[in-house]
């Protein structure tokens, strides 16, 4: 018989802290930008019209980590989650299966701490504000992480949806303690941050490069499918260093970027992945920076894997055997 751990949401938002896991992802970024982990590519296919996805990979020292994911927009009015997921670990010398835990909150909790760990890296030094656009269920955990290392003067928040607003203002001031500015558009709600994070569901863009004022580091989670695009022509030319979270991925994925690269706007050799810049660094900040992420299975691995060991130390979770 083989036990296995049985981690919840709750379990892994007890475990996994903003900054033990953003150091474990910058780790694993580092050894996926040298070779060094093993993941082969993600098995995409659309079942009833929508998303799946199974990711997998080795990231040595974590384990390997096996995620089932899909993205149902319809869900929202079942009162379901748009992203469910279940990530399963397993031991890479014997191959024995060792957790299996939940994978939504564990997805959101990886893709927050990779943009935490670009605004640790790139920030501006100037206080301000952090824009965020698209204030769904991954904006908590994105702002939650990114406060960690950039402390806002003010929140401006844009979504089409006037009540997810509303609820993400509530959650703002009331749980992270931070004064919320409600913008009229995308235009007003970028308008002067520091930080601009987009976590938004849009197929068009909603970065515009009209009112990027510098210094600005922009996240961009969303849109990563081949056509859709978060950020203008002008935003993207405007953004003096791009950092992706793979190259190779975004070049297939992220319309953000193999638009403009297929318009000649941008190169694909100026890309710079955020596993080589936690190696090399920067000697000086540039005025414009970009993350964008389209996410990887190396971060499902290595939070898993923390989650794993965390849980060990503590003593939660519940075994099971089969
Ligand atoms: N890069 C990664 O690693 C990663 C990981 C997880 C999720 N994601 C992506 O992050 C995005 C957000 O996911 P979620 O789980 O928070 O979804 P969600 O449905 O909970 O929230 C998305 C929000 O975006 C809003 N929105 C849609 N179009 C908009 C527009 N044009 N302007 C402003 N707001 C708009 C929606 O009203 C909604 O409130 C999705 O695209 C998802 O696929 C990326």
Redesign the pocket.
Known sequence: MVRILVLTAQDLLELLDPKSLVDAIAQAFKKYSKGETVTPPRTVFYVEGNWWGIMQSYVPGEGVGVKVVN?IPSN?ERGLP??QALVSLYDPVTGSPQAIMEGGVL??LR?AAASALSVKLLAPKEKGAVAV???????RFQLRFIKEYYRPSQVRI????RE?MEEYKRFVEEELGLEVYMAKD?RDCIKGARIVVE????K?P?IYGDVLEPPVHIVS????TPTARALDDEAIEKVDLIVVDSRKAVMEEAGDIRIPVQKGLIKMEDLVELGELVEKGLDERPAITLFK???LAIQDACAAGLAYKKALEKGLGKWISI
Do not use: E, F, L, P
């Not at 656009?133 to 904006?139: F, N």
């Not at 844009?158 to 949806?161: A, E, G, L, M, S």
């Open positions: 993205i929202r748009t992203i997805t959101a893709t656009i698209g204030t769904g269920y991954q904006a844009y979504d089409i949806r997810a995308h976590a938004s569901t849009t068009d909603v989670i969303g849109a990563h992420s389209v996410g």
